[in-house]
Structures are given as C-alpha cells and as structure tokens.
Nanobody, 116 residues
Framework: QVQLVESGGGLVPAGGSLRLSCAASRNIFTFNVIDWYRQAPGKQRELVASITPTLSNGKYSDSVQGRFTISRSITRNTVDLQMNRLKPEDTAVYYC?????????WGQGTQVTVSS
C-alpha cells in the first residue's frame, strides 16, 4: 500500500517561512500528481498547490501564488512546499495527496500555525 508522510509544520510569526515535505513510500515519479491541501477548523479542505513529478511543473491557488513554491526532490523522494511571507489565514493542517491510476493516497497532515 502507498504511504505519504508530511513533516515540517510548526508555529511561526506572520511574515515568516516554513518548508513542508511529503515523503512517499514509492518513487514519486510513479504518481500522476502530488498535491498539497490544507484544512482549517470548520472549513472545507482546499487545494493549495499541485505538481506533476515527471514534468516538475507547479500550480497554485490564488491565495498563495507568489508566496508558496512546490517542488520535487529526486534524492530525497519528496515533494516539498516552501511557504514564504506567511499570513495568519494560512493557519491550517496541511496534507499531501498522491494520485496513482485514479486512486488517492493521503498523508496524516502537519499543523501550520501563523501568529499575528
């Protein structure tokens, strides 16, 4: 079975930065897509960024465009999310999702808290 594990969350002041990592139990190039989602308490889970590992492209929601960068690491077999100029409204649990032949795999999530 496929396993994804997020790490790198924490507490930072507004304007600060964090780097999240999504480690996969299988080669990331076997995934069609790997995404980062986030969910704040009482809110719907929303897509933040997406990457096709074989193409190394990046797509972003309007709210994080210009501040977040999604990337792959071949050596570490991870998909990372660099988050800069963080805002309190970025506070959420961040999840990675991998899509393989129409099947979804989710990590357990990592908490990101941005103080004002």
């Amino acid at each position: 079975q496929v396993q994804l594990v997020e790490s790198g969350g924490g507490l930072v002041p507004a304007g600060g930065s964090l780097r999240l990592s999504c480690a996969a139990s299988r080669n990331i190039f076997t995934f069609n897509v790997i995404d980062w989602y986030r969910q704040a308490p009482g809110k719907q889970r929303e897509l933040v960024a997406s990457i096709t590992p074989t193409l190394s492209n990046g797509k972003y929601s309007d709210s994080v465009q210009g501040r977040f960068t999604i990337s792959r690491s071949i050596t570490r077999n991870t998909v990372d999310l660099q988050m800069n100029r963080l805002k309190p409204e970025d506070t959420a649990v961040y999840y990675c999702r991998g899509l393989v032949s129409g099947s979804e795999y989710w990590g357990q999530g990592t908490q990101v808290t941005v103080s004002s």
